[in-house]
């Protein structure tokens, strides 16, 4: 059975740091590249960050970079996104997504607040 499961969300305050992780199991993790998505409420789901399949790469996004960070373990079928520096607008849920050319998975998401 395949499954992805985001792990780590939670409420921090603003300057707050937290550590995200997505593990898969059920398939080739170490084949597939990921992406890491949020969606605020009223706001269209948004891409924060990308690794490809051995984690050579990544890619930040521009509100993001700086102060997040993707990396992976394929030995734990494991992708993290590391948080710091978290603001306010940060507040979301945070979806993992496992892509290839033929597949593409997703976890249900966790919730991150950064509230004072």
């Known amino acids: 059975q395949v499954q992805l499961v985001e792990s780590g969300g939670g409420l921090v305050q603003p300057g707050g740091s937290l550590r995200l992780s997505c593990a898969a199991s059920?398939?080739?993790?170490?084949?597939?590249?990921v992406k890491w998505y949020r969606q605020a409420p009223g706001k269209n789901r948004e891409l924060v960050a990308s690794i490809d399949s051995v984690g050579s790469s990544t890619r930040h996004a521009d509100a993001v970079k700086g102060r997040f960070t993707c990396s992976r373990n394929n030995a734990r079928d494991t992708v993290y996104l590391q948080m710091n520096s978290l603001k306010i607008e940060d507040t979301a849920v945070y979806y993992c997504n496992a892509w290839n050319f033929r597949d593409d998975y997703w976890g249900q998401g966790t919730q991150v607040t950064v509230s004072s």
């Open positions: 059920g398939f080739t993790f170490s084949s597939y590249a």
